[in-house]
Protein backbone atom coordinates (compact mmCIF):
# COMPACT_ATOMS: atom_id res chain seq x y z
CA UNK A 1 0.00 0.00 0.00
CA UNK A 2 1.33 3.67 -0.70
CA UNK A 3 -0.43 7.01 -0.18
CA UNK A 4 1.19 10.25 0.61
CA UNK A 5 4.64 8.98 0.53
CA UNK A 6 3.83 6.46 2.93
CA UNK A 7 4.54 2.51 2.88
CA UNK A 8 3.36 -0.04 4.53
CA UNK A 9 5.55 -3.16 4.92
CA UNK A 10 4.10 -6.08 7.09
CA UNK A 11 5.39 -9.45 7.59
CA UNK A 12 4.98 -12.54 9.61
CA UNK A 13 8.27 -12.42 11.58
CA UNK A 14 10.76 -9.27 11.96
CA UNK A 15 13.95 -8.54 10.99
CA UNK A 16 15.13 -6.81 14.60
CA UNK A 17 17.51 -4.24 13.41
CA UNK A 18 20.21 -4.09 16.17
CA UNK A 19 21.81 -0.32 17.61
CA UNK A 20 23.34 -0.66 21.01
CA UNK A 21 25.66 1.92 22.66
CA UNK A 22 28.01 1.60 25.37
CA UNK A 23 29.39 3.49 28.34
CA UNK A 24 33.39 4.94 27.88
CA UNK A 25 36.79 6.45 28.77
CA UNK A 26 38.03 9.57 27.15
CA UNK A 27 40.50 6.88 25.26
CA UNK A 28 37.16 5.56 23.74
CA UNK A 29 37.74 1.96 25.78
CA UNK A 30 34.18 0.70 27.04
CA UNK A 31 33.68 0.26 30.89
CA UNK A 32 33.48 -3.02 32.17
CA UNK A 33 32.92 -5.23 35.85
CA UNK A 34 36.05 -6.99 36.63
CA UNK A 35 35.33 -10.70 36.14
CA UNK A 36 32.49 -9.98 34.05
CA UNK A 37 30.20 -10.13 37.66
CA UNK A 38 28.60 -7.21 39.70
CA UNK A 39 27.24 -8.13 43.51
CA UNK A 40 23.92 -6.60 43.74
CA UNK A 41 21.55 -5.82 47.62
CA UNK A 42 18.23 -5.02 47.27
CA UNK A 43 18.25 -2.43 50.10
CA UNK A 44 14.89 -2.20 50.20
CA UNK A 45 10.97 -2.85 48.28
CA UNK A 46 8.29 -0.49 46.77
CA UNK A 47 6.17 0.82 49.16
CA UNK A 48 3.70 0.27 47.02
CA UNK A 49 3.43 -2.98 46.85
CA UNK A 50 3.40 -5.14 49.98
CA UNK A 51 3.18 -8.89 48.75
CA UNK A 52 6.95 -9.28 48.34
CA UNK A 53 6.60 -9.14 44.65
CA UNK A 54 8.82 -6.46 44.29
CA UNK A 55 11.60 -8.05 45.35
CA UNK A 56 10.73 -11.17 43.35
CA UNK A 57 10.67 -8.78 40.30
CA UNK A 58 14.24 -7.32 40.75
CA UNK A 59 15.33 -10.96 41.14
CA UNK A 60 14.01 -12.11 38.10
CA UNK A 61 15.79 -8.96 36.44
CA UNK A 62 19.24 -9.88 37.60
CA UNK A 63 18.37 -13.37 36.78
CA UNK A 64 17.55 -11.77 33.32
CA UNK A 65 20.87 -10.17 32.53
CA UNK A 66 23.03 -13.82 33.81
CA UNK A 67 20.92 -16.15 31.88
CA UNK A 68 22.32 -14.47 28.41
CA UNK A 69 23.88 -16.98 26.59
CA UNK A 70 26.47 -15.38 24.78
CA UNK A 71 27.13 -13.32 27.83
CA UNK A 72 29.63 -14.44 30.74
CA UNK A 73 28.09 -11.83 32.86
CA UNK A 74 26.39 -12.35 36.43
CA UNK A 75 24.91 -10.37 39.13
CA UNK A 76 25.15 -12.31 42.54
CA UNK A 77 23.24 -11.07 45.19
CA UNK A 78 24.48 -10.41 47.99
CA UNK A 79 22.75 -9.73 51.72
CA UNK A 80 25.28 -6.90 52.99
CA UNK A 81 28.35 -4.72 51.35
CA UNK A 82 27.56 -5.05 47.70
CA UNK A 83 28.93 -3.69 44.78
CA UNK A 84 25.46 -2.50 43.54
CA UNK A 85 22.75 -1.35 45.46
CA UNK A 86 19.17 -1.73 44.69
CA UNK A 87 16.69 0.89 46.31
CA UNK A 88 13.22 2.83 46.10
CA UNK A 89 13.57 6.07 46.83
CA UNK A 90 10.01 7.38 48.40
CA UNK A 91 10.53 10.86 49.59
CA UNK A 92 12.94 13.50 48.57
CA UNK A 93 13.66 12.49 45.02
CA UNK A 94 16.76 15.11 43.40
CA UNK A 95 14.45 18.04 41.45
CA UNK A 96 17.18 17.69 38.59
CA UNK A 97 16.26 14.12 38.20
CA UNK A 98 11.92 15.31 37.74
CA UNK A 99 10.14 12.73 35.31
CA UNK A 100 13.11 10.25 35.92
CA UNK A 101 11.53 6.75 36.66
CA UNK A 102 14.72 5.49 37.79
CA UNK A 103 18.58 6.51 37.79
CA UNK A 104 21.56 4.58 37.57
CA UNK A 105 24.96 5.70 38.77
CA UNK A 106 28.33 3.89 38.43
CA UNK A 107 31.30 4.55 39.86
CA UNK A 108 34.15 4.15 37.41
CA UNK A 109 38.30 4.49 37.19
CA UNK A 110 40.27 3.57 34.05
CA UNK A 111 38.00 1.21 32.54
CA UNK A 112 36.45 -0.33 35.14
CA UNK A 113 33.30 -0.06 37.17
CA UNK A 114 34.25 -0.01 41.01
CA UNK A 115 30.38 0.12 42.25
CA UNK A 116 27.10 1.48 41.16
CA UNK A 117 23.69 2.14 42.42
CA UNK A 118 20.11 2.11 41.02
CA UNK A 119 17.73 4.40 42.68
CA UNK A 120 13.77 3.87 41.64
CA UNK A 121 11.35 6.37 41.49
CA UNK A 122 8.73 5.19 44.39
CA UNK A 123 7.21 8.87 45.37
CA UNK A 124 6.39 10.37 41.61
CA UNK A 125 5.17 6.79 40.06
CA UNK A 126 2.74 3.92 40.36
CA UNK A 127 4.94 0.77 40.72
CA UNK A 128 3.48 -2.70 40.55
CA UNK A 129 4.35 -5.75 39.59
CA UNK A 130 1.23 -7.56 38.16
CA UNK A 131 1.44 -6.28 34.76
CA UNK A 132 -1.61 -3.78 35.40
CA UNK A 133 -2.77 -0.92 32.87
CA UNK A 134 -1.68 2.84 33.50
CA UNK A 135 0.97 1.33 36.13
CA UNK A 136 5.23 1.35 35.82
CA UNK A 137 6.19 -2.48 35.70
CA UNK A 138 9.03 -2.92 38.45
CA UNK A 139 10.59 -5.82 36.67
CA UNK A 140 10.38 -4.13 33.20
CA UNK A 141 12.74 -1.02 34.29
CA UNK A 142 14.76 -3.40 36.91
CA UNK A 143 16.09 -4.69 33.85
CA UNK A 144 16.79 -1.86 32.52
CA UNK A 145 18.38 -0.01 34.83
CA UNK A 146 21.33 -3.15 35.17
CA UNK A 147 21.38 -2.90 31.73
CA UNK A 148 23.20 0.35 32.76
CA UNK A 149 25.09 -1.51 35.77
CA UNK A 150 26.57 -3.65 32.44
CA UNK A 151 28.01 -0.79 30.71
CA UNK A 152 25.00 -0.26 28.31
CA UNK A 153 23.44 2.88 26.90
CA UNK A 154 20.66 3.64 25.15
CA UNK A 155 19.43 1.72 22.07
CA UNK A 156 17.42 3.48 19.32
CA UNK A 157 15.16 0.37 18.58
CA UNK A 158 12.05 1.40 20.64
CA UNK A 159 11.00 -2.52 21.44
CA UNK A 160 14.31 -3.26 23.15
CA UNK A 161 15.08 -2.55 27.09
CA UNK A 162 17.55 -0.65 26.62
CA UNK A 163 15.21 1.97 24.56
CA UNK A 164 14.93 5.33 26.48
CA UNK A 165 11.51 5.59 27.07
CA UNK A 166 9.24 3.12 29.08
CA UNK A 167 5.92 3.66 29.34
CA UNK A 168 2.63 2.77 31.80
CA UNK A 169 1.39 -0.93 31.41
CA UNK A 170 4.15 -1.94 29.13
CA UNK A 171 5.83 -5.61 30.19
CA UNK A 172 8.41 -5.85 27.27
CA UNK A 173 10.96 -4.27 28.78
CA UNK A 174 11.52 -7.70 30.56
CA UNK A 175 12.46 -9.63 28.22
CA UNK A 176 15.69 -8.65 26.02
CA UNK A 177 15.69 -7.64 22.61
CA UNK A 178 18.38 -8.63 20.48
CA UNK A 179 19.97 -5.10 20.48
CA UNK A 180 20.56 -5.61 24.36
CA UNK A 181 21.39 -9.68 24.32
CA UNK A 182 24.32 -8.08 21.41
CA UNK A 183 25.35 -5.62 23.83
CA UNK A 184 26.08 -7.41 26.82
CA UNK A 185 27.83 -10.15 24.61
CA UNK A 186 30.09 -7.43 23.31
CA UNK A 187 30.95 -6.41 26.77
CA UNK A 188 31.45 -10.34 28.52
CA UNK A 189 31.73 -12.29 25.89
CA UNK A 190 31.64 -15.67 26.86
CA UNK A 191 34.59 -16.31 23.68
CA UNK A 192 37.14 -13.97 22.94
CA UNK A 193 34.61 -11.20 20.88
CA UNK A 194 34.48 -11.13 17.31
CA UNK A 195 32.19 -9.39 14.74
CA UNK A 196 30.82 -10.55 11.42
CA UNK A 197 28.42 -7.31 10.81
CA UNK A 198 28.55 -4.11 12.23
CA UNK A 199 25.34 -4.14 13.65
CA UNK A 200 27.39 -6.51 16.78
CA UNK A 201 29.94 -2.98 17.07
CA UNK A 202 28.74 -0.39 19.92
CA UNK A 203 28.26 3.19 19.78
CA UNK A 204 30.96 4.06 21.87
CA UNK A 205 29.52 7.00 24.27
CA UNK A 206 33.10 8.97 25.65
CA UNK A 207 32.85 10.66 28.88
CA UNK A 208 28.84 10.11 29.11
CA UNK A 209 28.49 11.07 26.21
CA UNK A 210 30.90 14.30 25.84
CA UNK A 211 31.45 12.71 22.32
CA UNK A 212 30.86 9.66 20.88
CA UNK A 213 32.28 6.99 18.36
CA UNK A 214 30.87 4.72 15.76
CA UNK A 215 32.55 1.43 15.17
CA UNK A 216 31.97 -0.79 12.88
CA UNK A 217 32.80 -4.55 12.26
CA UNK A 218 36.31 -4.24 10.89
CA UNK A 219 37.87 -7.85 9.69
CA UNK A 220 36.62 -9.27 12.93
CA UNK A 221 36.91 -6.98 15.62
CA UNK A 222 35.39 -3.41 15.62
CA UNK A 223 36.97 -0.37 14.61
CA UNK A 224 35.73 3.54 14.14
CA UNK A 225 34.09 4.34 10.82
CA UNK A 226 30.67 4.44 9.75
CA UNK A 227 27.92 2.20 9.46
CA UNK A 228 24.62 0.56 7.67
CA UNK A 229 21.09 1.23 7.70
CA UNK A 230 19.61 0.74 11.45
CA UNK A 231 22.51 1.03 13.49
CA UNK A 232 22.78 3.29 16.06
CA UNK A 233 24.15 7.02 15.79
CA UNK A 234 24.56 10.76 16.98
CA UNK A 235 25.55 12.59 14.13
CA UNK A 236 25.19 12.03 10.24
CA UNK A 237 28.95 11.21 9.91
CA UNK A 238 28.07 7.80 11.82
CA UNK A 239 26.51 6.77 8.87
CA UNK A 240 27.29 5.09 5.52
CA UNK A 241 24.73 7.60 3.91
CA UNK A 242 25.08 10.49 6.27
CA UNK A 243 21.59 10.43 7.68
CA UNK A 244 21.18 9.60 11.50
CA UNK A 245 17.33 10.13 11.80
CA UNK A 246 15.63 9.91 14.81
CA UNK A 247 11.89 8.73 15.76
CA UNK A 248 9.99 11.60 15.79
CA UNK A 249 8.29 10.58 18.94
CA UNK A 250 11.98 11.50 20.62
CA UNK A 251 12.01 14.93 19.41
CA UNK A 252 15.80 16.62 19.23
CA UNK A 253 17.70 13.01 19.82
CA UNK A 254 19.65 12.64 18.44
CA UNK A 255 20.95 15.90 18.90
CA UNK A 256 20.20 15.44 22.68
CA UNK A 257 22.86 13.35 23.59
CA UNK A 258 22.30 10.48 25.46
CA UNK A 259 19.82 9.60 23.08
CA UNK A 260 20.82 7.78 19.98
CA UNK A 261 19.35 7.88 16.77
CA UNK A 262 19.91 5.47 14.22
CA UNK A 263 21.34 5.04 10.70
CA UNK A 264 18.39 5.57 7.78
CA UNK A 265 18.23 5.28 4.65
CA UNK A 266 15.51 6.99 2.17
CA UNK A 267 12.39 5.31 1.27
CA UNK A 268 13.56 5.37 -2.47
CA UNK A 269 16.99 4.02 -2.30
CA UNK A 270 15.83 0.93 -0.26
CA UNK A 271 12.66 -1.13 0.40
CA UNK A 272 12.25 -0.63 3.95
CA UNK A 273 13.37 -3.66 5.86
CA UNK A 274 10.56 -5.70 7.47
CA UNK A 275 9.92 -3.91 10.98
CA UNK A 276 10.53 -0.76 9.28
CA UNK A 277 8.19 2.01 8.12
CA UNK A 278 8.54 4.76 5.52
CA UNK A 279 7.58 8.19 6.84
CA UNK A 280 7.96 11.51 5.56
CA UNK A 281 7.28 12.88 9.43
CA UNK A 282 10.68 14.24 9.63
CA UNK A 283 11.34 17.02 7.06
CA UNK A 284 14.75 15.97 5.44
CA UNK A 285 16.39 16.90 2.09
CA UNK A 286 16.20 13.65 1.14
CA UNK A 287 12.27 12.78 1.38
CA UNK A 288 10.86 10.16 3.54
CA UNK A 289 13.27 8.11 5.33
CA UNK A 290 12.43 4.52 7.05
CA UNK A 291 12.38 4.28 10.53
CA UNK A 292 13.34 0.93 12.61
CA UNK A 293 10.80 -0.33 15.08
CA UNK A 294 7.68 0.91 13.20
CA UNK A 295 4.66 -1.71 12.42
CA UNK A 296 2.23 0.31 10.31
CA UNK A 297 2.68 3.59 11.62
CA UNK A 298 4.99 6.82 12.90
CA UNK A 299 2.50 9.74 12.87
CA UNK A 300 -1.20 9.46 14.48
CA UNK A 301 -2.05 10.81 10.61
CA UNK A 302 -0.81 7.48 9.33
CA UNK A 303 -3.72 5.53 11.34
CA UNK A 304 -6.57 4.83 8.82
CA UNK A 305 -9.82 6.23 9.34
CA UNK A 306 -11.76 3.21 10.09
CA UNK A 307 -9.42 2.22 13.24
CA UNK A 308 -11.76 5.96 14.50
CA UNK A 309 -11.28 8.94 15.66
CA UNK A 310 -9.29 7.71 18.78
CA UNK A 311 -6.40 5.78 16.50
CA UNK A 312 -3.29 6.97 17.93
CA UNK A 313 0.43 5.90 16.51
CA UNK A 314 1.56 4.49 19.98
CA UNK A 315 3.89 1.77 20.97
CA UNK A 316 2.05 -1.48 21.30
CA UNK A 317 2.24 -4.10 24.32
CA UNK A 318 5.65 -5.70 22.32
CA UNK A 319 7.33 -2.18 22.28
CA UNK A 320 6.76 -1.30 18.28
CA UNK A 321 4.82 1.57 17.36
CA UNK A 322 1.41 0.65 15.42
CA UNK A 323 -1.84 2.21 14.98
CA UNK A 324 -3.92 1.59 18.27
CA UNK A 325 -7.13 2.74 19.23
CA UNK A 326 -8.61 4.90 22.92
CA UNK A 327 -11.31 3.46 24.53
CA UNK A 328 -13.39 3.34 27.57
CA UNK A 329 -15.53 0.53 26.62
CA UNK A 330 -15.29 -2.96 24.26
CA UNK A 331 -18.09 -1.20 22.65
CA UNK A 332 -15.30 1.74 20.92
CA UNK A 333 -13.75 -1.57 19.62
CA UNK A 334 -16.39 -2.79 17.52
CA UNK A 335 -14.73 -1.69 14.37
CA UNK A 336 -11.98 -4.52 15.59
CA UNK A 337 -13.31 -7.80 15.17
CA UNK A 338 -12.05 -9.51 18.95
CA UNK A 339 -11.14 -6.89 20.16
CA UNK A 340 -12.04 -5.36 23.78
CA UNK A 341 -11.25 -2.42 25.60
CA UNK A 342 -8.20 -3.18 27.62
CA UNK A 343 -6.98 -0.81 31.09
CA UNK A 344 -9.92 1.58 30.59
CA UNK A 345 -10.03 3.37 33.90
CA UNK A 346 -12.53 6.24 33.16
CA UNK A 347 -11.99 9.61 34.04
CA UNK A 348 -8.36 8.56 34.78
CA UNK A 349 -6.98 6.74 32.01
CA UNK A 350 -8.25 5.69 28.46
CA UNK A 351 -7.97 1.92 27.58
CA UNK A 352 -6.81 0.55 24.34
CA UNK A 353 -8.59 -1.62 22.28
CA UNK A 354 -6.73 -4.60 22.37
CA UNK A 355 -7.10 -8.08 20.56
CA UNK A 356 -5.72 -10.97 22.78
CA UNK A 357 -3.69 -13.40 21.32
CA UNK A 358 -4.61 -17.60 21.71
CA UNK A 359 -1.61 -18.78 24.49
CA UNK A 360 -2.95 -19.88 27.80
CA UNK A 361 -1.25 -19.11 31.44
CA UNK A 362 1.90 -20.86 31.27
CA UNK A 363 2.87 -21.44 27.28
CA UNK A 364 5.72 -19.91 26.55
CA UNK A 365 5.91 -16.57 25.49
CA UNK A 366 8.37 -13.70 23.62
CA UNK A 367 5.80 -10.64 24.18
CA UNK A 368 2.10 -9.91 26.02
CA UNK A 369 0.41 -9.75 22.38
CA UNK A 370 0.24 -13.73 22.28
CA UNK A 371 -1.53 -14.10 25.68
CA UNK A 372 -4.84 -14.77 26.40
CA UNK A 373 -4.25 -12.73 29.02
CA UNK A 374 -2.10 -9.93 27.12
CA UNK A 375 0.44 -10.21 30.47
CA UNK A 376 4.01 -12.09 29.11
CA UNK A 377 5.74 -12.85 32.37
CA UNK A 378 9.51 -11.98 33.05
CA UNK A 379 12.38 -13.95 32.74
CA UNK A 380 14.12 -16.90 30.17
CA UNK A 381 11.93 -18.59 29.53
CA UNK A 382 8.87 -16.37 29.91
CA UNK A 383 5.40 -17.74 30.54
CA UNK A 384 1.79 -16.22 29.21
CA UNK A 385 0.30 -15.57 33.12
CA UNK A 386 -2.42 -13.98 34.38
CA UNK A 387 -1.48 -11.07 36.17
CA UNK A 388 -1.41 -12.54 39.69
CA UNK A 389 1.72 -14.48 39.58
CA UNK A 390 3.75 -13.48 36.60
CA UNK A 391 7.29 -14.47 37.85
CA UNK A 392 8.44 -17.61 36.33
CA UNK A 393 8.68 -19.13 39.68
CA UNK A 394 5.26 -19.78 39.92
CA UNK A 395 4.50 -20.54 35.65
CA UNK A 396 3.99 -24.67 35.54
CA UNK A 397 6.33 -26.24 32.77
CA UNK A 398 6.05 -29.53 33.85
CA UNK A 399 3.42 -30.10 35.99
CA UNK A 400 5.63 -30.12 39.01
CA UNK A 401 7.08 -28.41 41.21
CA UNK A 402 9.32 -25.66 39.74
CA UNK A 403 11.93 -23.12 41.23
CA UNK A 404 12.90 -19.19 40.68
CA UNK A 405 14.65 -20.20 37.34
CA UNK A 406 11.90 -22.01 36.01
CA UNK A 407 13.65 -25.38 35.78
CA UNK A 408 12.18 -28.54 37.49
CA UNK A 409 12.82 -28.93 40.48
CA UNK A 410 12.39 -32.73 42.44
CA UNK A 411 10.31 -32.37 45.70
CA UNK A 412 11.21 -29.70 48.59
CA UNK A 413 12.10 -25.89 47.86
CA UNK A 414 14.76 -24.82 46.24
CA UNK A 415 16.93 -21.94 47.86
CA UNK A 416 19.19 -21.50 44.62
CA UNK A 417 20.27 -19.35 43.10
CA UNK A 418 19.44 -16.38 45.40
CA UNK A 419 20.27 -16.36 49.46
CA UNK A 420 17.69 -14.67 49.89
CA UNK A 421 14.61 -16.34 48.25
CA UNK A 422 12.99 -19.79 48.68
CA UNK A 423 10.63 -20.50 46.26
CA UNK A 424 8.85 -23.55 45.51
CA UNK A 425 5.78 -24.47 44.13
CA UNK A 426 3.21 -27.05 45.12
CA UNK A 427 0.08 -27.33 43.52
CA UNK A 428 -1.07 -24.51 42.92
CA UNK A 429 -0.03 -22.59 46.28
CA UNK A 430 3.34 -20.16 45.91
CA UNK A 431 5.14 -20.48 49.08
CA UNK A 432 7.98 -18.07 49.69
CA UNK A 433 9.89 -17.13 52.56
CA UNK A 434 13.00 -14.16 52.63
CA UNK A 435 14.68 -11.87 55.06
CA UNK A 436 13.18 -8.89 53.45
CA UNK A 437 14.98 -5.62 54.07
CA UNK A 438 13.34 -2.50 54.19
CA UNK A 439 14.59 0.70 54.74
CA UNK A 440 12.27 2.49 57.11
CA UNK A 441 11.43 6.36 56.60
CA UNK A 442 12.41 8.69 59.12
ZN1 LIG B 1 18.13 4.42 30.70
Redesign the pocket.
Known sequence: MSAAGINVTVCATYWVLVGFTVDANSSGEAYRWTNASASVQIVSGSNEVSDGSDLVAIEQALQTWSNVDCSGFAFNQVPTTPQVEVDFVSTDWPGYLDGAL?V?LRERAGVTYLSGSIKLNDQDFPFGTLGEANVYDIESIAV??L??VLGL??TPHPAAT?H?RGGRTHTFFRNLDDDDVTGACYLYPVLAFTCSVDNDCPVLMVNRGATTINTYCNGGSCSAGRTEYGHACYVDGDCLNSLCASHPDVPNAPATVPNPGFCAAACDTIACPTGSFCSDALTLAVGPVCFIGADGCIEDSDCPTAMGTNAVCDRDLDGWFRCVAFCVNDADCDFLSGASCVGSDPGVAAGRCRVPGNKARGVPCENALECQSLICGGGSPSYCCDGSDCTAAVMPQDGGPIDNRGNAMVGGCSTTPSPLLSVCVLGNTLLWWRRRRRRMAA
Open positions: GTHEGHEHMY
